[in-house]
């Protein structure tokens, strides 16, 4: 009775992780819209998460000098890499388009494990690449010349890129007494990429003064400190938080199919809100996309201990004993 009480309070928490990313471009995009640059919006939804989430760094403080590759890859391709491009590719293409073209990251991997590490991988895992290759074409709907802008797509791409490249770099095991604790990797990934966009954003530079005023959400004017708020506070701060404790409820294998409904929540509420419509091919093509994806993750070579890290636009903390696995995207 208690463990069923615990795994509906699991899928409940993972419910609204996966709401809660997937409003973070839905919110991001009218913001930019505005006239804020997609690398300031970045730079705010960051740093405002990595303060809220400081107690966190400062209580798990010894992860500095026990795991700092583990924590300057987070900081640097999971939180900085994912989100920049994440955010640059929702200025020029459609938020469901961009989230759907990051789910290639665990199709992504298993290219890297077969052909640069030359192990073997799975028929299960063949087959799941094809569908979200295939599922890709549709989503761009490559029969009338790519209908989405090209270089919106390659930024959507790099998203994916900084998912599997955090994934490679994190796939060394985290198991054991020596297991990193995933609250504090995601409060210091987030100092780190903190300090890496404020190299890059130059937030000095930013029109402050559009946060004062309102944005345009499909002909609905929206407070913009209202917008930045749901970004930092619910499509971050939160929405790691109910990720990890639900991971830690469930198996990331079930965490890591509600977390798939992401890219179905990010796609419903873009529709709704900002009147951004898909084509039928292109939402067969995105379900498609997510089948393939899910095959292709749930087949993904591990190593002897597990992954550490999550990967994705939601790199997700997870597992009883602390570790980390690879479940969305860091959107």
């Not at 505005?34 to 107690?55: E, F, I, T």
Request: aromatic fraction near 6%.
């Amino acid at each position: 009775m208690q463990a069923s009480r615990g795994r509906s309070v699991g899928l409940g928490l993972a419910l609204g992780s996966a709401l809660a990313f997937g409003g973070s471009g839905v919110a991001a995009k009218p913001l930019i819209e505005a006239g804020l640059d997609p690398l300031h919006v970045v730079w705010l939804r960051v740093a405002g998460a990595a303060l809220v989430m400081s107690p966190l760094a400062w209580r798990h403080r010894g992860l500095l000098l026990r795991k700092p590759a583990l924590l300057a890859g987070f900081g640097l391709l999971a939180i900085a890499g994912v989100q920049a491009f994440y955010f640059a590719s929702i200025s020029r293409i459609p938020v469901g388009v961009a989230l759907l073209i990051e789910y290639l990251a665990p199709a992504l991997v298993l290219g890297w494990v077969r052909f640069v590490q030359r192990r073997p991988v799975t028929r299960a895992a063949a087959v799941g690449v094809i569908l979200a290759v295939g599922g890709l074409a549709c989503v761009v709907e490559v029969w009338s010349g790519l209908t989405v802008d090209v270089v919106g797509l390659l930024l959507a791409l790099g998203a994916a890129c900084c998912q599997v490249g955090y994934f490679i770099l994190s796939d060394q095991g985290s198991g054991g007494e020596d297991a990193a604790d995933p609250l504090g990797v995601i409060a210091y990934g987030l100092l780190i990429g903190t300090v890496i966009l404020t190299a890059v954003a130059r937030p000095w530079g930013m029109d402050w003064s559009v946060l004062a005023g309102r944005a345009d959400m499909n002909g609905t004017p929206v407070p913009a400190a209202l917008l930045l708020g749901w970004v930092v506070l619910i499509a971050t701060v939160i929405a790691y938080v109910t990720g990890v404790v639900s991971v830690r409820r469930l198996s990331p294998q079930v965490a890591g199919v509600v977390a798939c409904l992401e890219a179905v929540i990010a796609t419903v509420l873009a529709w709704v809100l900002l009147g951004e419509h898909l084509s039928a091919p292109q939402i067969i093509g995105g379900a498609v996309v997510l089948v393939g994806a899910f095959i292709a993750q749930s087949s993904t070579p591990k190593a002897n201990a597990g992954p550490v890290a999550a990967g994705g636009p939601g790199a997700e903390a997870g597992g009883a004993d602390g570790e980390l696995s690879l479940e969305r995207s860091t959107t």
